[in-house]
């Protein structure tokens, strides 16, 4: 016996790995081992025999299977041990730099033209960008063969052969979302509306694609004076300096009077800034809803009046950030957009500076 024991405790305490255990572990304890054969020698001795060899064999059993359980455990955390080693982790290290997108600055700039708005009572109101042409032309006062349809650079969307109906287009300005919002809302109402439109031009300062926002104010005593205020207002805002304005008679079909808007600028030294100097810059359409508009969207005339302008987002943005290219907004030159673009947490605001 304790020959076996030496033998056992000994191989136990040297076994390398788990398979190795488990080998001594069924040739020692096993159903067949040697520690079994010696039990059922017990049945051959005499009682006194027995007595003595009985619990000496049974302590065997148990010290051999502490020994076991033992080596188990110790090579588990020999083996853990090796693992975290290899899987060691440098918590201290910086962490990789990732690549954060930017605000592009027509995102930005119709935030802010919103927030502006916003403070002055108008909410935000949108229309679809394939549009049908009464809803582009005729209900804002354009009808068939108007020399307007002609100068617009309209892109005018497939039609089914043998369809003879007006084919849709891709809205060539946001004025009609000035019907879509009257014909939901009625009057009173005070809206902006930002959104693509869409002209077949392409040059320095003219994409196919480009933005606009509307705005349109209509109540009972409506006047030219409060486009005005509000129109100064908004630049003053906008631009965060006083900028004088001009308004030059014009024309348009939708609007009666209509006026376009330039504001002060300068050339000086090759790039352009606003609010100083006596140079004049075009930046919208505008005038007194015509009387056939109103009526188109379902508002009386003679009860309500109100006033309507047009303006290029994209052309503000160039403006107010000195971007000289326009078609560089949508070319999604990865540089350009981290150079002009803004970080997501510079949301503007009135309170902000805008
Ligand atoms: N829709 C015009 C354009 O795209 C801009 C415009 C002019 C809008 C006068 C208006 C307005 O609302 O009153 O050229």
Known sequence: MDHLREKYLTAIADAADEAALEALRVQAVGKKGDVSARMRELGKMTAEERQVAGPKLNALKDEINSALAARKAALGDAALDERLKGEWLDVTLPSRAHQVGTIHPVSQVTEEVSAIFADMG???AEGPQIESDWYNFDALNIPDHHPARGEMDTFYMAREEGDNRPPHVLRTHTSPVQIRSMMDQGAPIRIIAPGRVYRADYDQTHTPMFHQVEGLAIDRDISMANLKWVLEQF???????????????SH?????PSAEVDIQCSWEGGTVKVGEGDDWLEVLGSGMVHPHVLRSAGI?????QGFAFGIGIDRLAMLKYGIPDLRAFFDSDLRWLRHYGFSALEVPTLHGGV
């Open 252 to 256: 348009f079909p939708f609007t009666e």
């Open 122 to 124: 108008f909410a935000v």
């Open 300 to 304: 009386d005339p003679d009860e309500w």
């Open 235 to 249: 630049f003053t805002a906008f631009f965060g300096t006083e900028v004088k304005t001009r308004f030059r008679a």
